[in-house]
């Protein structure tokens, strides 16, 4: 069985583990790389990670968009939305269409 | 365009003619992969768009409720409260074919039956705020969920559409083409190579027709 898990600052994230989602409250880009690669090779299927922690680990998240698992997806955190969520989306149209049709 | 570097012979000239049908044919069949990759591309596309904004709400909502209970409620009572969830969540994947991408399929397992079953703490030492929060996480799950699942089919579907988008090119600019002039340069220089041997001939049949018969 596949499991789901939650990275990012402890304010943003406490609500998932009511869910039951695996939760990690990590801010150190370092931890977070090393926790992202652990959890990719034990199972979890899908991390949600808050917008300000996946900035700081941009180049490990694009390392996993071409591969079947995990799905990393991007959730805003308690200060509010960057857009860096859709941001990802529009990436993803460029690749495919050769020029962002989505405005 | 670069002539491809064969030999003029008629075995070089049916093995191109092959190679030139086959080109073909995998430039019209990759086309319309292309077409159809980009179509469903396109529907997954939108329906991202929506579940992101949704989902995009909905947290934004819980993360309103969560820094009101926050203010209100200490933080180590609020950590307490959530600490030992009742609920677990596990993931059943599947994979599902589309145009020969895998995409991941999620399903999820409840360990309790009931999925309201879901606030890990009672009611009396924590803010009403804690339970909106955790209510607005929970209603939007499974929309969650479905994210993750169209967001990794766009992410592998732009890929593969890069690939394919790539082949076609290249079948249609560079190897089509090549394979054309090849085999026209080819037929040329048999052609050219015949018309030699006919002259060769006639001048040969000249020769022994002036020796026989000393005819001019």
């Given at each position: 069985m596949y499991k789901a898990a939650v990275i990012?600052?402890?304010?943003?994230?406490?609500?998932?583990?009511?869910?039951?989602?695996?939760?990690?409250?990590?801010?150190?880009?370092?931890?977070?790389?090393?926790?992202?690669?652990?959890?990719?090779?034990?199972?979890?299927?899908?991390i949600?990670?808050?917008e300000p922690a996946a900035a700081l680990v941009r180049d490990t998240i694009n390392k996993y968009r071409s591969s079947k698992l995990p799905s990393i997806v991007l959730i805003?955190?308690?200060?509010?939305?960057?857009?860096?969520?859709?941001?990802?989306?529009?990436?993803?149209?460029?690749?495919?269409?050769?020029?962002?049709?989505?405005? | 365009m670069a002539r491809l570097n064969v030999n003029p012979t008629r075995m070089e000239l049916s093995k191109l003619k092959k190679k030139l049908s086959s080109a073909r044919r995998g430039h019209k069949l990759l086309k319309d992969k292309r077409d159809e990759l980009m179509r469903q591309f396109m529907i997954l596309i939108k329906e991202n768009r929506q579940l992101r904004t949704e989902v995009e709400a909905a947290i934004s909502e819980a993360n309103r409720y969560m820094a009101v209970a926050g203010s209100v409620m200490q933080r180590e009572v609020l950590e307490t409260a959530l600490m030992l969830p009742k609920q677990e969540v596990e993931l059943e994947v599947s994979e599902k074919n589309v145009m020969?991408?895998?995409?991941?399929e999620f399903k999820p397992k409840y360990r309790s039956g009931?999925?309201?079953?879901?606030?890990?703490?009672?009611?009396?030492?924590?803010?009403?705020?804690?339970?909106?929060?955790?209510?607005?996480?929970?209603s939007v799950f499974p929309k969650m969920i479905r994210l993750a699942e169209v967001e990794k089919a766009c992410q592998l579907m732009a890929d593969e559409i890069e690939k394919t988008r790539r082949r076609v090119n290249a079948l249609e600019h560079i190897m089509i083409p090549d394979y054309e002039e090849t085999i026209k340069f080819i037929t040329m220089k048999l052609s050219e190579n015949e018309r030699s041997t006919t002259?060769?001939?006639?001048?040969?049949?000249?020769?022994?027709?002036?020796?026989?018969?000393?005819?001019?």
């Open positions: 990012g600052d402890s304010a943003s994230v406490s609500g998932f583990a009511a869910l039951g989602l695996s939760v990690f409250r990590e801010t150190e880009p370092e931890k977070i790389t090393k926790l992202i690669s652990r959890l990719a090779a034990n199972e979890f299927a899908v949600y990670i808050t805003p955190a308690i200060e509010g939305n960057t857009g860096e969520g859709v941001r990802a989306l529009h990436e993803a149209v460029e690749k495919a269409v050769g020029s962002d049709i989505l405005n | 020969s991408v895998y995409i991941p009931d999925t309201n079953d879901i606030y890990s703490y009672g009611m009396a030492f924590t803010s009403i705020d804690l339970d909106g929060a955790v209510s607005a996480l929970s002259t060769s001939l006639m001048k040969v049949k000249d020769m022994v027709l002036k020796q026989s018969h000393n005819f001019h």
